[in-house]
Structures are given as C-alpha cells and as structure tokens.
C-alpha cells in the first residue's frame, strides 16, 4: 500500500464497514497491552503498533458502519505498516501532522453529533478535551 497523502489514506479506510475497523483494532490493542516484553525495543515497536491502531480507528468512526465490506486482519496490518513506513511520516513533518489532528478531531466532532443522544449524558466530550 503506498498513499500520497494523508487524505488517499482516510479515503481508502472509508471502503470498509467502521465497526470492522473498530473490533479488529480493539483486538489488536488488546492483544498488545496483553503481551509481556522482556526487552524494551520490542515494547517501543509494539506500543508503536497499537498507537498506529487507534489513529486508524479514529479515522473509521467517522466512516459508514453499514458497508458491507469488512477489513481483514492481514490488510489492517498493512495499513499499520503502510502509515508506520509513509514516507512523508507525520511525526516528520509539521504540517502533516496539524492536518492529521484536524482530520482525527473532525472524526470524534463527527461521531458526537452523530451520537449526540448518548453524549449528551456524558460529563464531559472528548472534543473538549483535545483541540488543536
């Protein structure tokens, strides 16, 4: 997988069913918190994956749950790898990086309007809570 901007890579997330995103990342995230690391490298390159994980699940809940094709575990991976080894890597560049937190608050702003009957009971929202 090879996307030229952070905005091909949110599109082709889209394709898939969100809650399939969602259960595999989760499970993925589980998995790795689950797993004990005798050597910190291999702690560092796992929590690398499951940060990897949740920004790809940040970007599937503003998607379409009702598509009817689900991701596969193998091409959820190579999303991981495909965003971990981009070469314009968001940590490396400023500017990417602003665009990726507009597009991931964008998502959660999205989902709580989406949502707003459930959000309204909560206490506080999470795009409170994070801002640009």
């Known amino acids: 997988m090879d996307f030229k ?3 091909e890579l949110r599109e082709f997330i889209r394709r898939y069913n969100s ?3 969602l259960e595999i990342g989760a499970n993925k995230c589980w998995q790795k918190s689950e797993t004990k690391y005798s050597v910190p490298l291999d702690w560092v390159l796992s929590n690398t994956e499951r940060n990897y994980a949740v920004r790809l699940m940040l ?4 998607g379409n749950p009702h598509r009817h094709r ?4 193998e091409t959820f991976d190579s999303l991981i790898n495909a965003y ?3 070469e314009d890597h968001t940590i490396s560049d400023k500017r990417i990086l602003d665009k990726e937190a507009e597009a991931l608050l964008s998502s959660i702003q999205k989902w709580e309007i989406d949502n707003e009957k459930i959000v309204r009971n909560w206490s506080f929202q999470l795009s ?3 801002d640009l």
Request: no cysteine; charged share 5%.
């Open 59 to 62: 970007l599937a809940s503003a």
């Open 19 to 21: 809650t399939s995103i």
């Open 128 to 130: 409170n809570i994070f």
């Open 84 to 86: 971990h080894s981009w």
């Open 70 to 73: 689900d991701i596969s575990v």
């Open 5 to 7: 901007s952070f905005s």
